[in-house]
């Protein structure tokens, strides 16, 4: 792997915002939110639980290695050889070799699942660009036209008529 030289490109995890950081940078505070961001890759070999594990670089999850945790966000991508129970969101593949196994909701431009891996359930939105999770009036089933995103999937049903009283003549 050739080494980078001079500023390279992220993109804030919490923000959007793209910037530049010097090539050996570890950490740094992202210039639009003010919000720490972890730039390097990480790698876990033992059972870790957290709130969040965020990165701008890549998640590998080697086979004695257990992830619990409310959030993974990783730019770069996530392998997984051990278990990964989170809700995850990457900007590149998420691979899933022969024994891991994963239990969470995962938002991915591509997945690859090797045999003898295990889902034990979550959503999966997996496809190209940046997929948003739905709105929460989308998850509860309470729709309206006033509502519902432009090019909603969400099924439409036309209004029920309306019924008037019938007037009371005296």
């Not at 919000?35 to 990165?55: C, D, F, H, P």
């Not at 730019?75 to 900007?91: L, P, Q, T, W």
């Not at 948003?132 to 989308?138: I, K």
Request: hydrophobic share 30%; net charge positive; proline share 8%.
């Amino acid at each position: 792997m050739a080494k980078q030289k001079g500023p390279r490109p992220v993109r804030c995890y919490h923000c959007g915002r793209t910037f530049e950081v010097p090539a050996k940078a570890m950490t740094c505070s992202c210039p639009g939110c003010f919000k720490g961001i972890q730039l390097e890759s990480i790698v876990v070999k033992n059972m870790e639980q957290m709130s969040r594990l965020e990165t701008c670089g890549s998640i590998t999850v080697r086979k004695r290695g257990l992830v619990q945790a409310d959030r993974i966000i990783a730019a770069e991508g996530i392998e997984v050889e051990g278990i990964v129970h989170a809700n995850a969101k990457s900007g590149r593949r998420v691979t899933l070799h022969s024994g891991a196994q994963w239990k969470g909701d995962l938002t991915a431009p591509s997945l690859e699942i090797r045999e003898g891996a295990s889902i034990l359930g979550g959503f999966f939105r997996i496809g190209p660009g940046e997929v948003e999770p739905p709105p929460e009036h989308l998850v509860t089933g309470a729709t309206s036209d006033a509502q519902s995103p432009a090019g909603s999937t969400t099924p439409r049903h036309s209004p029920k008529p309306t019924r008037r009283k019938p007037s009371r003549s005296q």
